[in-house]
Structure formats: structure tokens, C-alpha cells
Nanobody, 124 residues
Framework: EVQLVESGGGSVQAGGSLRLSCAAS????????IGWFRQAPGKEREGVSI????????FYADSVKGRFTISRDNAKNTVYLQMNSLKPEDTAVYYC?????????????????WGQGTQVTVSS
């Protein structure tokens, strides 16, 4: 059974930090791309950061470049998203997703498996 389980969300003040984790199981982790997406109320789901688990290639949305860092631990089948200098506009439900061809794509339609999401709230 494929599972993606996010953790690490919460509430912080602007300027603070959070670290999200995505623990994967049930598929060949090393062959996939893992992405972090977010969705705020009334907005479309947005690709935040993607990593190709085999070689570490990454993508960052312009809105998070320089503030967020994605990484992976292939031994633990886990992907992390370190979020620093958080802003109120980062408030959203954050989802991790897996794409089976290992393509670093920010299009949510390309992803095969999704986690349940974790809430991140940044107050001003």
C-alpha cells in the first residue's frame, strides 16, 4: 500500500521556521520525484518545491527561493522541507506527492500519490 505521511506543520509567527517531513512507503522511493505543494483557501494548489530522489535535482517556486530548502534521506524514504523566514502568505495546507517517472515538475496533475496534508499557519 502506497503511503505518504506528512508531519511538522503548525502555527508560527512571521519570521519563524518549520520543518516538514514526508515519510513514504509502498513504492520504489529512489525512482520517484517527491514534491511539496500547498493550497490556501480559495486558491489553486501550488507547486512549492520538488526533488528527484535519485540525484537530488530540485525545483523551487520563485515565492520560496532563498527561504525554503528541500532535502531527502533515501535510507529513511523521507523528504524534508525546511521553511525559514516564514510569511503570512505561506499559510496553507502543505501536501507531499510522488511522481513515478522522477520528473521534477511543478504541475500537480503529473503526480501519482498524495499525502493527507499538514496545516501551516503563519501569523503577522
Amino acid at each position: 500500500e502506497v503511503q505518504l505521511v506528512e508531519s511538522g506543520g503548525g502555527s508560527v509567527q512571521a519570521g519563524g521556521s518549520l520543518r516538514l517531513s514526508c515519510a513514504a512507503s509502498g513504492f520504489a522511493f529512489d525512482d520517484y520525484a517527491i514534491g511539496w505543494f500547498r493550497q490556501a483557501p480559495g486558491k489553486e494548489r501550488e507547486g512549492v518545491s520538488i526533488i528527484k530522489t535519485s540525484d537530488g535535482s530540485t525545483f523551487y517556486a520563485d515565492s520560496v527561493k532563498g527561504r525554503f530548502t528541500i532535502s531527502r534521506d533515501n535510507a529513511k524514504n523521507t523528504v524534508y522541507l525546511q521553511m525559514n523566514s516564514l510569511k503570512p502568505e505561506d499559510t496553507a495546507v502543505y501536501y507531499c506527492a510522488a511522481e513515478k517517472f522522477g520528473s521534477v515538475l511543478a504541475d500537480a496533475r503529473e503526480y501519482d500519490y498524495w499525502g493527507q496534508g499538514t496545516q501551516v499557519t503563519v501569523s503577522s
